[in-house]
C-alpha cells in the first residue's frame, strides 16, 4: 500500500552528522574510565566519526526511580567531543530497569498463549503499557534536557530495533488497547467490524465490544480479519511509542534529526513504509546469514529496501558486524576483506556512512562472542587491522556527501499487508510464501547485473515486478492498472488479486481485483505436492504451484505447462503490457525470463561486466559529478567498462579497468585526481 502522506511539519535533515558517517555502537558503562580514554585513541587511529551512546543504559543513569546519575554520561560525551568524535544519543527505552518491571510486573510482555515473559533482557514491556509509556517519557524528556544543546550531540537514537523481542503482545493492557484502536478504526461499529472480519463462520459474531480480544491461542483457526487488524495494531503502537518520544526531542533539541533502528532483512512485523514517514531519516541494522549462500545478494536488498524507504532522504546504515555474531546456530567468521566489501555495498547503494555493532567486544553477557571494531585480543588482531584499513577507505570518499543512487530502471512492489495476508494460517499451500519469492526475483536480478528500486507503489520505472499479491486494496489495483495504461511493463506472480485488506475474496472470477488488468479467468488453484515441480514449453521450471488458467481472447499465450496438474494450459501470459506467470519459476528460469523481460521493457545493467557476483552501481550528486562502486564477490578478476580515478587507490581507469578477486573501487567518474 502506498505510504502515508508526509507529515505538516517539515523534517529535520542530515544535521551535522559527519558524511560518510563512520563508527560503532558504543557502551562505555560495560568498561572502566581509563578504557574509556583509550577508546578515544583508538578511535581517532580508525577513523570514527560518530558513535551510539547509551542505547541500554536506563539502568545505569537511573539506577533507582528517580536516583539519577549522568556523571558517567556527561564524562563520555566530554571525552568523545574533545576528540572530535560526534554522538547518535540515544534514548534507553529499549531495556527498562529491573526496578521498574518488578514494581509494575503488569508491564510485562504476554505471549498469545497466556505466558508472562519474565524480566531480564531488553525489550521486556508491553508498548501498550501506560506505565511504561510514562517512564520511557520521563527518561527521554530528562536526557533530552540535559543534552539536547550538547555540542557533541548531532542525532538521537530512540528505542532500539523495535519489537525486535516484542512485537505483539496479548495481555490484558493489549486488549483494551486493542479494543481502543478497532472502535477508532470501525467508528464505533461493531457490526462493521464483523462484517469485515467474516464472524459469521464458525459463528464468532460479536455482539459486545468487551468481547474482542486479541487472537490468543484458541482451540482452532482464528478470522484472518482478526489477525491483521491486529498486526496493525501492534505496529502502530510501536510507531506511537517511538512518535512520543521524538516528539520530546524534537521540542527540546531542535535541528537534531531523530531515528529509530529498523530491521529491514526480517520483513515481517513492521510496516516501515508507514514507520518511514516518521522518522527524520532512515535507519537500519543489517546482519549477514553466516550459511547463506545467497548473503551478498539478500545485503543488497535489504540496501535497496531501505534506500526506497529513505525516498530520496540520506540513510544510515546503523548496525552491521566485523566478523561473526552470536545467535545464529554457526558463527561464522567473516572472511578476509569481507567486512570491507558488506559495508562499501552499503554505501554503493545510497547509504550516507556505515557503523557497526559494537565498538568493543563484550567481556561478558549473551553478546561476547559476537565481534566488534576492537576484538578481545586488542589492536594485534586480523579484524583491527582491516577496521582501521576501512576507516580510511571511507574517509577517502569524503565528496561523496550529498550524493543519492539515481532512480533504476526497474521496480520491485512491497506490499507489507499483503505479506502478512499471504503467511497465515489456512491457505493452500505453506511454501507459497512472500519473503521467499521477494528475495528470489531481487536475487535474479542482482545476479544479472540488474539493479531495481523497491516501492510501495506503481511509479514511473519501466518494469515493475510483482512476485507476490495476494491481498489487494482496490486503490492499488487501481494503480497498477493506471501504470499499465501508461505503458509500463508490468509482471505478476501468482495467486495475485485474490482478497481485500480483510482477506475477504475479491467478487467475480480469480483473479479478482486484477482481473481485467491481467486478461484472464483462473479456474482452480492447483497447489504441487512437496518436492515436485512443473515444465514449460520455453525450458523453464515452475515450483509449488500451478494454476489452471482460461485467457480472454486478446492475452498472449507466450508458454504453456508441459506436465503437472495442468498440463497444457497457459503458464506465462500476456495481456497487453503486462504478464502474468501461473507458477514460481525456479531461480535457473527466473536468470532466463527477468533479463528477457528487463530488455524488452529497455533496461540493462549500468556498465558491461557487472553480475554473476560483481555488482555495479552509481551514485550522483546534483552538480553532475557520477561515482561508480564495484564489488567483487566472487574469486575471479572481473573486466568492467569505467573511466575515472579510483578513490581508494588512486588508480586510473581509462575506459576499462580489472577489478581483483574480493575486490572494491570506487570510481569517480569526472576523472578529477583522487584526493591525498
Not at 510507531?239 to 512520543?244: E, N
Not at 528500486?453 to 520505472?461: C, E, I, K, N, T
Not at 515441480?533 to 525450458?539: A, H, M, W
Amino acid at each position: 500500500m502506498p505510504p502515508p502522506p508526509p507529515p505538516d511539519e517539515p523534517q529535520p535533515g542530515w544535521g551535522r552528522i559527519p558524511r560518510p558517517a563512520f563508527g560503532a555502537d558504543y557502551n562505555p558503562e560495560q568498561w572502566d574510565r581509563a578504557t574509556w580514554k583509550d577508546d578515544i585513541r583508538l578511535m581517532r587511529e580508525a577513523g570514527v566519526n560518530l558513535v551510539s551512546l547509551g542505547v541500554f543504559a536506563w539502568s545505569w543513569i537511573e539506577p533507582r526511580p528517580d536516583v539519577l546519575d549522568f556523571s558517567g554520561l556527561d564524562e563520555s560525551l566530554a571525552l568523545l567531543h574533545e576528540g572530535g568524535i560526534s554522538v547518535d544519543l540515544a534514548t534507553p527505552t529499549a531495556a527498562p530497569p529491573l526496578w521498574f518491571s518488578h514494581a509494575h510486573p503488569e508491564s510485562l510482555p504476554t505471549t498469545a498463549d497466556g505466558r508472562h515473559l519474565a524480566p531480564g533482557s531488553r525489550q521486556a514491556y508491553c508498548p501498550s503499557s501506560p506505565a511504561y509509556r510514562e517512564r520511557a517519557a520521563l527518561i527521554t524528556r530528562r536526557l533530552a534536557e540535559r543534552y539536547g544543546e550538547h555540542p557533541a550531540v548531532v542525532m538521537w537514537h530512540v528505542n532500539n530495533e523495535y519489537g525486535n523481542g516484542n512485537p505483539h503482545c496479548w495481555c490484558d493492557t493489549s486488549a483494551a488497547a486493542f479494543r481502543t484502536w478497532l472502535r477508532a478504526t470501525y467508528g464505533s461499529d461493531l457490526e462493521a467490524l464483523n462484517d469485515r472480519w467474516g464472524t459469521t463462520v464458525w459463528g464468532v459474531r460479536y455482539s459486545d465490544w468487551d468481547q474482542v480480544i486479541p487472537p490468543r491461542t484458541s482451540t482452532g483457526g482464528l478470522p484472518p480479519g482478526l489477525w491483521l487488524d491486529f498486526y496493525r495494531f501492534g505496529d502502530a503502537e510501536h510507531r506511537a511509542c517511538f512518535r512520543a518520544e521524538r516528539d520530546i526531542l524534537h521540542a527540546h533539541s531542535p535541528g537534531r534529526p531523530v531515528t529509530t533502528n529498523f530491521m529491514t532483512a526480517s520483513m515481517r512485523w513492521a510496516d516501515y513504509w508507514r514507520w518511514a514517514r516518521d522518522v527524520d531519516l532512515v535507519s537500519n541494522d543489517h546482519y549477514l546469514g553466516a550459511e547463506d549462500p545467497h548473503r551478498n545478494a539478500e545485503l543488497a536488498l535489504a540496501a535497496d529496501l531501505t534506500r526506497g524507504l529513505a525516498g530520496g532522504r540520506p540513510w544510515l546504515l546503523m548496525e552491521h558486524s566485523t566478523s561473526a555474531v552470536q545467535w545464529q546456530p554457526r558463527n561464522l567468521a567473516k572472511a578476509p576483506g569481507e567486512m570491507a566489501r558488506n559495508t562499501l555495498a552499503h554505501l554503493a547503494r545510497g547509504a550516507d556512512g556505515a557503523l557497526f555493532f559494537q565498538w568493543r567486544q563484550s567481556a561478558y553477557g549473551p553478546e561476547k562472542w559476537h565481534s566488534a571494531m576492537v576484538p578481545h585480543g586488542g589492536e594485534d588482531t586480523r579484524i583491527w587491522q582491516e577496521t582501521k584499513a576501512l576507516g580510511g577507505a571511507v574517509a577517502r570518499l569524503a565528496d561523496l556527501g550529498g550524493s543519492t543512487c539515481p532512480p533504476a530502471e526497474i521496480a520491485l512492489l512491497l506490499d507489507y499487508e499483503a505479506m502478512w495476508a499471504l503467511e497465515l494460517p489456512h491457505r493452500p499451500s505453506t511454501d507459497m510464501t512472500y519473503t521467499e519469492v521477494f528475495r528470489a526475483w531481487h536475487r535474479a536480478l542482482w545476479t544479472t547485473g540488474l539493479t531495481c528500486d523497491v516501492v510501495p507503489a506503481p511509479g514511473d520505472h519501466r518494469l515493475l515486478l510483482v512476485p507476490s499479491l495476494y491481498a489487494v486494496s482496490a486503490a492499488t489495483a487501481r494503480a497498477l492498472e493506471d501504470y499499465a495504461g501508461r505503458g509500463g511493463r508490468l509482471v505478476v506472480g501468482p495467486f495475485s488479486g485474490l482478497v481485500d485488506p480483510d482477506d475477504r475474496v475479491h467478487p467475480g472470477p480469480y483473479p479478482g481485483a486484477l482481473r481485467a488488468l491481467l486478461g484472464l479467468r483462473v479456474d482452480e488453484y492447483l497447489p504441487l505436492a512437496a518436492g515436485r515441480s512443473v515444465g514449460l514449453e520455453d525450458g523453464s521450471a515452475g515450483r509449488l504451484w500451478a494454476e489452471r488458467v482460461l485467457p480472454d481472447a486478446d492475452t498472449v499465450v507466450e508458454s504453456r505447462f508441459t506436465d503437472g496438474p495442468a498440463e497444457g494450459g497457459p503458464a506465462v501470459l500476456r495481456h497487453g503490457t503486462t504478464r502474468y506467470l501461473a507458477t514460481r519459476p525456479d531461480d535457473p528460469s527466473l536468470l532466463r525470463l527477468l533479463p528477457r523481460w528487463a530488455s524488452e521493457a529497455g533496461c540493462a545493467p549500468p556498465v558491461r561486466g557487472s553480475g554473476g557476483g560483481v555488482e555495479v552501481t552509481r551514485r550522483t550528486a546534483p552538480d553532475g559529478r557520477s561515482w561508480l562502486f564495484a564489488v567483487n564477490h566472487t574469486h575471479d578478476p572481473a573486466q568492467l567498462d569505467a573511466r575515472g580515478v579510483d578513490l581508494l587507490t588512486g588508480a586510473t581507469a581509462p575506459g576499462t579497468f580489472t577489478l581483483l578477486p574480493g575486490g572494491v573501487a570506487v570510481i569517480r567518474e569526472d576523472g578529477a585526481s583522487a584526493p591525498v
